[in-house]
């Protein structure tokens, strides 16, 4: 347990010093893009990888969480990673296919362009995922940290050359390449974590196919709910209404990202080695979702309140549309890490099967809420009905996660959602009556350091012990770490 406790402190501060560089890098591309170029350019490009995204979930057949999931058919690593990469090849080729003639025959313009080199692109990406999942399953990231931070720079060198050159489309599509080729030459070509191969062993595709057909269907309904909203509103509000939308949900939920990046694989790989333990699996659930729900509010809480003042100032008035959105979009922003973590443990615990109730009614309600919301709201309604659909969804999981776990919704919410609403209200009430005379970078300062001021101090004094014991704990494993590790690359055992 206390090797496991050190590896988990280990991935985090890796992924957690990646993900902080990172974050920098990709906030400039997201802003600069942005600026450069025109609305559409992003409804084309969210449309198309709306497209590929979900069609994706076919050849992933839930692979890699049947990889995930210790079982006596994965027991043998080496054997099971093999497996895994011949059957994604196989499963990756035929849907290239149908995506290539698909996109011929349906497709024009741009978005041919988009769906023919995205389908490539992140068809290539997926066959790198048995030597990330090998990386994950054995709670050791510092290559998949540093395989972050080299994409983030590149990816971003060719964006903004290609953007300043006024190659719009490809400037997007430069991202994808630089992913691609990051992930290939960091874990198939330098010192590679595993080099593929092709091997069929009758029982383990048995396994696979098994548990990933249970898994599909779960990773199906996931991937729909995160871009039926892009798909809906391209097809029937427009490219450009798509692009308002698709970067309200980029900047909104940037946070989120930046937040549950250092950490969900780690979760992930944390509840496979603890399934058998209730207990510990427990305190490991609670304590990530804990921290998660903490760090999200304040993050949303502080693009609420300073929203107009960030668009103006860092997106420049163009996308002003976009503001009703990107406010309501952050309630997804910051609830959405919890139900990721819960769904990682299901796959830990080798139940996907539950994930599928829950996300199925989330997206009915999504659909039923895109065609009543979206057609007089436009994308204010698209956000609304994503924000209905996730508390419909979440509430589902958290019952269905009592069979495994145990925990207290109060203990998780109740501090966090105090001080979030006491931040909002108390600074929108402040700046109502005395902040219209700033400057706009000026009101968005105050905003900032009023709410980080409130919810801060108010979660910091009613949880001042809680903070102090998991301080205690990280210390505590933090000492133990370096003396029960034996030094050895981070693609071995």
């Known amino acids: 347990m206390t090797d496991l406790a050190g590896r988990v402190i280990s991935s985090i501060s890796w992924n957690l010093l990646a993900n902080l560089i990172r974050a920098g890098v990709l906030l400039v591309r997201l802003v600069v893009l942005a600026r450069w170029l025109p609305v559409e350019v992003f409804g084309i490009y969210g449309l198309a990888s709306a497209i590929i995204s979900l069609s994706l979930v076919f050849p992933g057949f839930g692979l890699g969480g049947a990889f995930l999931h210790r079982s006596r058919e994965t027991r043998d690593e080496s054997k099971a990673a093999d497996v895994f990469f011949t059957l994604q090849l196989i499963f990756l080729s035929a849907w290239a296919l149908l995506i290539v003639a698909g996109s011929l025959a349906f497709a024009s313009g741009p978005l041919r362009t988009a769906l023919i080199c995205l389908a490539f ?4 990406l997926t066959l790198t995922a048995p030597a990330k999942y090998i990386l994950i399953r054995r709670v050791a990231h510092k290559r998949l ?23 719009s489309l490809w400037a997007l599509l430069a991202t994808d390449l630089g992913a691609l080729a990051v992930n290939v030459a960091v874990l198939y070509i330098w010192r590679p974590v595993r080099r593929p191969r092709l091997r069929w062993y009758q029982t383990t595709v048995h396994y696979y196919l098994g548990f990933g057909w249970r898994n599909l269907l779960a990773n199906l309904t996931e991937r729909a709910i995160d871009r039926v909203d892009d798909l809906w509103t391209g097809f029937f509000l427009g490219q450009t209404p798509l692009g308002f939308y698709n970067r309200a949900y980029a900047f909104a939920t940037y946070p989120r990202r930046m937040i549950m990046a250092p950490s969900r694989n780690v979760f992930s790989g944390t509840y496979a080695e603890l399934k058998a333990d209730r207990k510990e699996l427990s305190r490991a659930v609670f304590r990530s979702n804990a921290a998660l729900i903490r760090m999200s509010f304040l993050a949303g809480g502080l693009l609420f309140v300073a929203a107009q003042e960030f668009i103006l100032l860092m997106l420049t008035e163009k996308w002003l549309p976009m503001l009703d959105a ?4 952050l309630l997804f922003a910051v609830l959405d890490p919890s139900r990721r973590t819960l769904a990682d443990l299901f796959i ?9 109730k829950s996300r199925s009614l989330q997206l009915l309600t999504l659909a039923g809420g895109l065609f009543l919301f979206g057609p007089t709201m436009g994308i204010v ?3 609304v009905a994503v924000n209905l659909a996730l508390l419909v969804g979440l509430s589902l999981m958290i019952r269905s996660a009592r069979q495994y776990v145990d925990f207290s919704l109060i203990r998780l919410f109740a501090v966090p959602s105090l001080g979030l609403v006491t931040g909002i209200g108390l600074t929108c009430i402040l700046a109502s009556l005395s902040w219209f005379t700033l400057e706009t970078w000026q009101a968005g300062l105050v905003k900032a350091v009023v709410f980080s001021t409130l919810y801060c101090g108010l979660v910091g004094g009613l949880e001042y ?8 704990h990280l210390k505590k494993h933090c000492r133990r770490w370096p003396q029960k590790q034996v030094s050895k690359p981070d693609g071995e055992v």
């Open 121 to 124: 692109l992140m068809g290539g």
């Open 145 to 167: 940290a540093f395989i972050q931070v080299l994409d983030a720079f590149l990816g971003t060198l060719a964006a903004l050359i290609l953007a300043y050159a006024g190659t």
């Open 326 to 329: 990107f406010r309501i979009m």
């Open 348 to 356: 830990a615990v080798g139940r996907p099967q539950e994930l599928i």
């Open 381 to 383: 309604g698209v956000a």
């Open 465 to 472: 012990r809680k903070l102090l014991e998991m301080a205690g």
